[in-house]
């Protein structure tokens, strides 16, 4: 095929994001349908992924790393050392790392042990938001193989922006909505009333997306109108690349 190491390393990367997105999203289905009570309802599925998914988000630092790497090798940065690497590559994906972090260090322990077993269902929606990854991992292969002006690309990225949109844009206000109802309390109360760690982890999560979506529209709206493809941080395709 013709293809070298960084193109290897980079589809491979990529597979294993989309699958992981696949199995959160086919899990958070299956927790979220089997819920009633949205937060007494337990399901024997929802901590066995979380520990599964955990070492995930580690494992996806390293590979983002080694996709910066190799591209640093494309452009005949070979001399570059190891600590200069590592160094490009926080500055350059400082937002995507920290987010992993905080998933890491913040969100699966909070998942696993504050919540007491509850709130099943709340937890399969976020396993939801990993729906729009399978499109942002397609849209780097395309790019990656110069592919980003066929007409996959545009379809692909409109079905990045319809699932970015609808799980992880609106994921926040409706996980706050189905609360509200629940506790019978005004949404705009919940910060209040909500535990803290919900509070907390949804004030730093959700302006992300904000900001992420925004790239993506400004992304959007170059392709379709014509301008060609926006560059931020060196990348030319719809958007900077959202949480995988």
């Not at 940065?77 to 590592?86: D, I, L, N, P, T």
């Not at 890491?104 to 976020?126: E, I, N, T, Y």
């Not at 409706?174 to 909500?194: E, G, H, K, Q």
């Amino acid at each position: 095929m013709g293809w070298s190491e960084g193109d290897a390393v980079m589809v491979s990367t990529r597979l294993v994001s989309s699958l992981q997105a696949v199995l959160a999203s086919s899990a958070g289905l299956v927790i979220a349908s089997s819920c009633r009570d949205v937060m007494e309802d337990r399901h024997w599925l929802t901590d066995r992924y979380i520990l599964f998914a955990a070492p995930y988000f580690a494992f996806d630092i390293y590979a983002m790393f080694l996709c910066y790497w190799h591209k640093l090798q494309v452009k005949g940065h070979e001399a570059q050392g190891g600590v200069a690497s590592v160094g490009g590559f926080l500055r350059r994906e400082k937002l995507l790392v920290l987010h992993h972090v905080f998933m890491v260090a913040f969100c699966c322990p909070a998942s696993l042990l504050w919540r007491r077993g509850r709130g099943d269902f709340f937890q399969a929606l976020l396993f939801l938001a990993e729906l729009s990854t399978p499109c942002v991992c397609l849209s780097k292969v395309l790019i990656q193989f110069q592919k980003q002006h066929t007409l996959l690309h545009r379809l692909n990225g409109l079905l990045l922006l319809f699932t970015f949109f609808f799980c992880r844009v609106l994921l926040f206000p409706y996980l706050y909505f189905i609360y509200s109802r629940y506790a019978s309390v005004p949404v705009y109360r919940l910060p209040l009333v909500a535990p803290w760690q919900c509070t907390l982890g949804a004030s730093l999560l959700w302006p992300l997306q904000l900001y992420w979506f925004t790239l993506i529209c400004r992304g959007a709206i170059h392709v379709t109108g014509g301008r060609g493809y926006p560059r931020h941080g060196g990348r030319g395709h719809w958007a900077p690349p959202p949480p995988e």
